[in-house]
């Protein structure tokens, strides 16, 4: 099936820096979104991006979709302790007539105080 | 006011036995799935349910079978354990008009010895 690439695979930041990840595929997605597991708990939805090129912001996260639709990144300012988690980029796949996500391997983001 | 719950949130059992792990939301979405995210925190789609209909059956042991009473309910019963059902299993659930939003529960981290 369709795979994302997802990198890097972990990161560790200090506090107050920014930090970008991103995720690539050989196959075009009509649908880029980016989701955050805290640890013990499900994913939760940051930002949903639906159009080529698209640019959308979500408080201090910005996440664009590639012109090629092969792509997205993710893109966090001014880190901060509670961003500790991993990050998720998935795209919209088919499963016969059924659209599903595909997830990416997820980034490891680790904020040092 | 928890919008995806599941129960049990750990499980530890014995090879063979049989299991099953519940889920609700309270969000009045129409659709309701099962991933499964590896120890390497790989998520990946098992099922999917549209009012209570099967939409996505990915290739998973048959071992393995949802059920959904309504559509604010969709449970998973897991057949004859083995050691590498060992993970940790996600409901989530959609709207049809935003399929790719989903919300997720805490998961169910399950446990075969």
């Known amino acids: 099936g369709q795979q994302l690439n997802q990198s890097p695979q972990s990161m560790f930041i200090q506090e107050g820096e920014d930090v970008s990840m991103n995720c690539t595929s050989s196959s075009i997605f009509n649908t880029w979104l980016w989701y955050k597991q805290d640890p013990g708990e499900g994913p939760v939805l940051l930002i949903a991006?639906?159009?080529?090129?698209e640019l959308t912001s979500n408080g201090r996260l910005t996440a664009q979709f590639g012109i090629t639709r092969k792509d997205s990144f993710l893109n966090i300012s001014a880190s901060i302790p509670s961003d500790v988690g991993i990050y998720f980029c998935a795209g919209q796949t088919y499963s016969g007539s059924a659209r599903q996500l595909t997830f990416g391997s997820g980034t490891q983001l680790t904020v040092l105080p | 006011d928890t919008a995806v719950s599941q129960t049990p949130k750990y499980l530890v059992t014995q090879m063979g036995n049989d299991k099953s792990i519940k889920c609700e939301q309270n969000l009045g979405h129409d659709t309701m799935y099962w991933y499964k995210q590896d120890s390497k925190k790989f998520l990946k789609i098992m099922f999917s349910y549209n009012n209570k209909e099967l939409i996505i059956n990915e290739t998973v042991p048959n071992r393995f079978s949802p059920k959904s009473p309504d559509k604010a309910h969709l449970n998973l019963h897991i057949n004859s354990l083995e050691l590498g059902d060992s993970a940790v299993y996600f409901c989530?659930?959609?709207?049809?008009?935003?399929?790719?939003?989903?919300?997720f529960g805490p998961g169910t981290r399950l446990t075969v010895t």
């Open positions: 991006l639906y159009k080529a090129g």
């Open positions: 989530a659930s959609s709207q049809t008009r935003s399929p790719y939003e989903q919300y």
